[in-house]
């Protein structure tokens, strides 16, 4: 008995050789092709990723630089600058308040003796309004009771307390619009 499929050795020949090269097809599609698609596909990711990165690296020390500029750093730093301008608000806002309390006791001084005529536009708060009235009160009352040339004394004083008294009650009307600013100026209708 023979040893080969057909009996002739060339039809086995061929036949051993297309079964040879199916098989070798079979493992390329398979096997081969998929692996050799995934490593084009991920050789060209990592080809796109170095391109990108080629990219963001020139930027990367700008953005250091910014997300420095969010925390203290002794002065120079945008939280610094930030930080510096709100103590100055803070100690603009105290000055401003001790102005408008000194001016409020020099207007209370001046109501008390006489040289302002409407004592009963005392100021509650620091109302621009209310300072501006009393500002016209003291000019009557520096008007009445002074005259060009002082005869008296006492009608020196009472001059000498009515400017003070417009001085105070101009320093609350400044004070009272820093503090307070209008929030219509500026528009138009």
Do not use: C
Not at 53 to 59: G, Q, R, S, W
Not at 127 to 140: E, F, P, Q, Y
């Amino acid at each position: 008995m023979s040893s080969t499929l057909t009996g002739n050795k060339v039809i086995d020949a061929v036949i051993i050789a297309a079964a040879v090269l199916t098989a070798l097809g079979v493992i390329y599609r398979k096997a081969f092709r998929p692996a050799f698609r995934w490593v084009r596909r991920t050789a060209q990711q990592m080809l796109r990723a170095a391109n990108l990165l080629e990219e963001i690296l020139p930027v990367l020390p700008t953005l250091a630089d910014i997300g420095r500029q969010f925390g203290p750093n002794g002065g120079a730093s945008l939280r610094d600058s930030i930080d510096r301008i709100e103590e100055k608000q803070i100690e603009q806002g105290a000055k401003i308040d001790a102005a408008a309390g000194r001016a409020a006791l020099l207007v209370e001084a001046a109501v008390r003796a006489g040289a302002l005529i409407d004592t009963s536009a005392a100021l509650v708060g620091t109302d621009a309004s209310r300072a501006a009235l009393l500002v016209k009160a003291a000019d009557t009352a520096a008007a009445r009771r002074a005259p060009a040339t002082a005869a008296t004394a006492e009608e020196a004083a009472a001059a000498l307390l009515a400017t003070a008294a417009k001085a105070a009650a101009a320093l609350l009307a400044t004070a009272a619009a820093a503090a307070h600013p209008d929030p219509t100026k500026g528009l138009t209708p």
